[in-house]
């Protein structure tokens, strides 16, 4: 049996669906680790990271990895934070970028 939801109820039931089901869910950092973003100061941006996480104590409240190229190397160096891409960060961005994320909890 095939089920025709209005687009109005499809809508509703996603946005409830992410708003309620990742509640408890850590945020989750990319980092590209191609070579043009890494060349381009993502190896700094990683270090900061790093300590921004180890100085606020968030270890237990995010995800952090890095990721092979995105295929975006003219935008980079490129962050993504909870799938939101931050391009041509600049070391000096982190601070801004994690802490307002953080202060959406």
């Known amino acids: 049996m095939i089920v025709i939801l209005p687009f109005v109820l499809l809508n509703f039931i996603f946005l409830y669906y992410i708003r309620y089901s990742f509640m408890d869910q850590k945020v989750e950092i990319f ?3 191609g070579s043009s973003c890494f060349s ?3 190896k700094e941006n990683h ?3 790093v ?3 180890k100085s606020n104590n968030l270890e237990s409240k995010i995800s952090f990895r890095g990721k092979h190229c995105v295929g975006k190397c003219a935008e980079g160096p490129i962050i993504i934070v909870n ?3 931050y391009t041509k960060v600049a070391p000096e961005d982190i601070m801004y970028i994690l802490s307002t994320e ?3 909890d």
């Open 47 to 49: 270090r900061r990271i």
């Open 40 to 42: 381009r100061g993502n």
């Open 102 to 104: 953080f202060k959406k």
């Open 83 to 85: 799938g939101q891409e």
């Open 51 to 53: 300590q921004y996480v």
């Open 31 to 33: 980092i590209c680790m």
